[in-house]
């Protein structure tokens, strides 16, 4: 297998950055002419397996251990080593979440071989494969390609590639035997790290609300979350408002923030900066509204609206709730 694809846990069902990356997986394949196949572990194995094996690879890897059922960095770090070691994939790919964080950079350290962390798109040459990274809150982007013994450690940001992108198919899936003892695991694991406070994911959601300094005020946040409440979308925000102590960071969007790539992305007084168009560009359809019809957003918006949000969200609010 010359790519391997590691799957994380999403509560029974693949993360979706994990199919985001069964997507890269596939591009790489086609381009390269390389095999492509996905690993599962984990207390929710034989789901992720199955569920796996409705897409377009080769084979998808079962490793099935009772240390696997918690979290541990530790545990994780040995069950991916040992797979490569087995398997001597040239390409790992990870969703770059923040368990990948976690665990990811101690595989680098078992295999003497670097992470190659927050990837935003890649390309080729002939053979040679080149890994965009953004820099310095995406003012620079950096090109790198991976060189000396594999394997190569590779995760993606969220959103790099497009989860409807993965085409489906039928894989075989086989069981692989790991060598795993409470002696390995020094570690223990908190409770799964929430992206906001409200306990919600926004690189989950698929309706947002999303608020920029054109929204005036503090006091009128609340209109932006009548209408999130409305449509059962998530309410996020661009740095400005953060910064003003409007929302809490956990609903950035932006380069600093998180990167989003939901159905919808109604984008309200945002001017349209690129480092909050970099995390949410990736959206399927994004619909602005903002009173300066020179704003930077119009320029990737689907739909726009020239207009004063104050007045254009309470009768946009009311005209849904009353469906």
Not at 283 to 291: D, G
Not at 293 to 310: M, N, S
């Amino acid at each position: 297998m010359d790519i391997l694809v590691v799957l994380e846990d999403n509560n029974g069902t693949i993360h979706r950055m994990g199919i985001e990356s069964i997507a890269a997986a596939q591009h790489m394949a086609d381009s390269l002419g390389l095999s492509a196949g996905a690993m599962a572990m984990g207390k929710n194995v034989d789901s992720l397996a199955t569920e796996a094996s409705g897409y377009s690879v080769d084979e998808v890897l079962s490793v099935n251990h009772e240390l696997l059922n918690d979290y541990s960095s530790d545990g994780y770090a040995e069950a991916v080593k040992q797979v490569i070691n087995k398997e001597n994939p040239t390409y790992v790919l990870f969703g770059h979440s923040y368990q990948v964080r976690d665990y990811v950079p101690k595989i680098s350290a078992k295999l003497m071989r670097p992470f190659l962390a927050d990837s935003i798109a890649i390309d080729f040459d002939g053979k040679d494969v080149s890994l965009t990274k953004q820099m310095f809150n995406a003012k620079l982007f950096s090109d790198i390609t991976p060189s000396g013994d594999a394997p190569f450690l590779i995760s993606f940001q969220s959103a790099s590639f497009l989860s409807d992108n993965a085409t489906t198919g039928t894989a075989k899936k086989r069981e692989v035997v790991i060598n795993l003892d409470s002696s390995m695991i020094k570690t223990e694991s908190e409770a799964p790290f929430k992206e906001s406070s409200g306990g919600v994911d926004l690189t989950a959601a698929e309706l947002i609300v999303s608020v920029g300094r054109g929204i005036g005020k503090e006091e009128n946040i609340s209109m932006a979350q009548d209408l999130a409440a409305a449509l059962g979308a998530e309410i996020s925000s661009s740095r400005p408002v953060v910064d003003s102590g409007w929302l809490s960071p956990s609903h950035q969007v932006g380069s600093s923030g998180q990167a989003v790539s939901p159905k919808m992305y109604l984008a309200l007084g945002i001017s349209g900066a690129i480092q909050h168009v970099v995390g949410m560009k990736a959206s399927k359809n994004i619909v602005a509204i903002n009173k300066d019809p020179e704003a930077p957003i119009f320029e990737i918006a689907d739909y726009g609206v020239v207009g004063d949000l104050l007045e254009i969200v309470p009768k946009l609010t009311e005209a849904i709730q009353s469906k």
